[in-house]
């Protein structure tokens, strides 16, 4: 794909980075002359330093051609007017970087959809670690109403019993067991033996009892 993004700082520059390592086009625009070079020495790809709410300097990065349009900055308004420019290239695909929620219906309003807060998900991310100090990893998916999680089978409740006599239930399902460091796609008649890994997709409302179930 060819990817354009607006905005050369931390998330800008490791998106810009990921997405190059994986054999994507990409071109960065940043407005900053000092992180514009410093983009231009990490990066194989094309680092455009001007401002990307300007539409010239949108076009000089042939923003017509992109695939998906990525508004990174730390600024929204900037975010907000760059998303608006070039929405008048029909662009399948753009993404505006978030600091103020408030900011939000803003961007919903003008047709912004794909709308994310870096700084919300990493300090909902960090607050999930905290209450829940026995989850291995957890993974949030959908709206945020459901999560996969990676528990460590400790509960003598669940362990010596086969997969089908725990799961599904309606508000989780084991999605993987992990045993002797190999993913397997668990089978009904599978038994959790203590120490085994399992990922659960589990919903918000469910998420200590199943904690409870498998790891106390």
């Known amino acids: 794909m060819y990817i354009v993004i607006m905005g050369a700082g931390r998330v800008g520059l490791n998106l810009a980075s990921n997405l190059v390592s994986r054999g994507h086009d990409v071109t960065l625009i940043e407005s900053d002359d000092s992180l514009c070079g410093n983009a231009a020495a990490e990066l194989d790809a094309l680092v455009i330093c001007g401002n990307g709410t300007d539409t010239k300097t949108l076009e000089e990065a042939n ?59 990493a300090a909902g991310y960090l607050e999930k670690l905290i209450t829940r100090p026995k989850v291995a990893d957890l993974i949030v998916i959908g709206k945020g109403d459901a999560e996969i999680l990676d528990l460590t089978v400790k509960n003598n409740k669940v362990i010596g019993k086969k997969i089908n006599e725990i799961n599904p239930t309606d508000d989780y399902i084991i999605v993987a067991l ?39």
């Open 178 to 216: 992990y045993k002797n460091g190999e993913i397997t796609i668990p089978k009904a008649d599978m038994v959790l033996n203590e120490g085994d890994k399992v990922s659960i997709l589990v919903k918000n409302r469910a998420v200590k009892d199943v904690v409870k179930t498998f790891t106390k």
């Open 63 to 121: 923003v017509s051609e992109a695939d998906v349009f990525v508004a990174a900055t730390g600024n929204d308004e900037a975010n907000l007017l760059s998303c608006i420019l070039v929405k008048q290239y029909n662009i399948p695909k753009i993404i505006a970087r978030l600091s103020n929620p408030d900011h939000e219906e803003a961007f919903k309003k003008v047709g912004i959809d794909d709308v994310i807060s870096p700084e919300l998900t």
